[in-house]
T-cell receptor, first 114, second 113 residues
């Protein structure tokens, strides 16, 4: 049962343009979401998070939008740079209890073309 | 501050053997979580240790086990290795408080032949 889904395995954009990565979730108990970026042969690196009390969170070139009614979130990268080429994962904690467990989506490979 | 370190980085084993992987968290962090990454299943949670106690466990067979020491270093063990255990094993550390950022190590790449 994939509770966090990233339906686009890959995305290609031109340098300078906007990259939009999407994520859907099925569990309405999820109230906190994170995006991680992963380069080959490295561990995931935290990018940005959002709590369900907000619908938008911004950090530099990265903005995450949350649509609770649609159970959908998206990560916008503007402007995209070649160094942004990596696999992006959205993740969520299961909701209750004291735990650092994260449920990850399957990832989207972003390729930013110079 | 030094990041999360994992040893070894690469490992080749044969079916039926057992393996132990090690993770040293960021200094001061008390929570260590382990994940398995495979092309087919993505990143899946194995278990979390906090202050030497297993706090949460994923849906993996009992062949997968772990422990945490008093200095917060953690080990995971896989017994009776199967071909399907070939994966990247990642550990992540955090302070242990809910919603604190988790920092991942570079992973151990395990190949089972």
């Amino acid at each position: 049962d994939q509770q966090v889904k990233q339906n686009s395995p890959s995305l290609s954009v031109q340098e300078g343009r906007i990259s939009i990565l999407n994520c859907d979730y099925t569990n309405s108990m999820f109230d906190y979401f994170l995006w991680y970026k992963k380069y080959p042969a490295e561990g995931p690196t935290f990018l940005i998070s959002i709590s369900s009390i907000k619908d938008k969170n911004e950090d530099g070139r990265f903005t995450v939008f949350l649509n609770k009614s649609a159970k959908h979130l998206s990560l916008h990268i503007v402007p995209s740079q070649p160094g942004d080429s990596a696999v992006y994962f959205c993740a969520a904690p299961p909701g209750s209890g004291a735990t650092n467990k994260l449920i990850f989506g399957t990832g989207t490979l972003l390729a930013v073309q110079p | 501050k030094a990041g999360v370190t994992q040893t070894p980085r690469y490992l080749i084993k044969t079916r039926g053997q057992q393996v132990t992987l090690s993770c040293s968290p960021i200094s001061g962090h008390r929570s260590v979580s382990w994940y398995q990454q495979t092309p087919g299943q993505g990143l899946q949670f194995l278990f979390e240790y906090f202050s030497e106690t297993q706090r949460n466990k994923g849906n993996f067979p009992g062949r997968f086990s772990g422990r945490q020491f008093s200095n917060s270093r953690s080990e995971m063990n896989v017994s009776t290795l199967e071909l399907g255990d070939s994966a990247l094993y990642l550990c992540a550390s955090s302070s242990g408080l809910a919603r604190e950022t988790q920092y991942f190590g570079p992973g151990t790449r395990l190949l089972v032949l």
